[in-house]
């Protein structure tokens, strides 16, 4: 994932600090987000998938998925998001979903809802599938397909959430919160009660990846965050009998920082289509840290012992102020790509927290792009598509 902003020259992680060493002691994960492949029809230019995209070449065949799959749950695992990129672009999704479903683990389709006919999804249905959650870039078509960058995105997002209900499995609405649809928050919270979800997640824009690629883009103001945190809070007590509200606040504008994947190592791990086990995301951005591939080990040998999950395991590796802070298993120091992309450094305190010294600064980037006006976006893409401006 290629870093898109000014920072210091960047600090690799030493070799003594990423072994067994140093790791602490962790329960067995309860979540595993399988990226199954990273073909996708849309184009979000605040994709989570790395800028660099892996190639169809590259995946998993079916039987690793599976076997990874019966691994994950022996280990504890006990609900798996199938996402990608689209998930549904694999031929094989309904073999992996039966996997699943065979070894007692809660199925998750995160999709965009593009492509995917009825009789498929009857037949993900039949194979076990637990849960759908459909994304919505925007509250309205103009806005889903510009933001989507792909024509009639909308209607067939609203085609899938149809049969969804018709079928009797469980909906959520997923929504990325950025400057173009954030005044929709209402809206998207209409939208989803007329959909029959029976939750919604809204997510502020997190800036690794193709969203910080395109942060200028993206940032609204303060003031539009102040609002839509607001409308949340007032819906969920509102509609607290009818709909589930989670949210993600957003990290620029924040006074402490989230405890991602609710502590690194702690609780998930991540499969990429080409079978890398990660932390988190956008564990890779991060230099220095050695990923292991389920093609080579188990996946509890990687949970227990990759250098990579070891790396920022509990908190013998903290600096100051987090070392000596009391919330420091609270929120886990933040967010380590995140202070990786402002402060430079893997390991420093993550600047949204008040006490981080690169605090001020961080706020003052966010208040610099929410200022900026009519910048184009520069869509999630393969390396070899050229780019195309936003029309």
Known sequence: MTIHTPVPPVETIPAEATGPAVRAVSPAPIGMLAELTHRCPLRCPYCSNPVDLERRSAELDTATWVRVLHEASALGVLQVHLSGGEPTARRDIAEIVRACAETGLYSNLITA????????????????????????????????????????????KLELAAWVRALGLPLTVN???????????????????????????????????????????LMPTREQVGVAIATVEAARERLRNRIVIDAVLPD????????????????????????RVLPCHAAETIPGLQFWNVRDRSVADIWRDSPAFNAYRGTDWMQEPCRSCARRERDWGGCRCQALAIAGDAAATDPACHLSPLHARMGALADADAGTDGAAYDYRRYATEPAEPLS
């Not at 249905?125 to 994304?135: E, I, K, R, Y």
């Not at 504008?253 to 499969?271: I, T």
Request: proline letters at 5%; glycine letters at 10%.
């Open 113 to 156: 809802g593009i492509g995917v006919t009825r009789e498929r999804l009857e037949g993900l249905a039949d194979a076990g599938l637990d849960h759908v959650q459909l994304s919505f870039q925007g509250a309205d078509a103009a806005t889903t397909d510009r933001v989507a960058g792909l024509p009639r995105a909308h209607e067939r």
């Open 175 to 217: 929504v990325v919160v950025h400057r173009a649809n954030i005044v929709q928050v209402p809206l998207f919270l209409e939208l989803a009660l007329d959909l029959g979800a029976k939750r919604i997640e809204i997510a502020h824009a997190q800036y690794y990846g193709w969203a910080l690629r395109n942060r200028s883009a």
């Open 252 to 275: 620029y504008y924040a006074r402490y920082p989230k405890p991602c994947m609710q502590g690194w190592g702690r609780q998930s791990l991540n499969v990429t289509p080409s079978g």
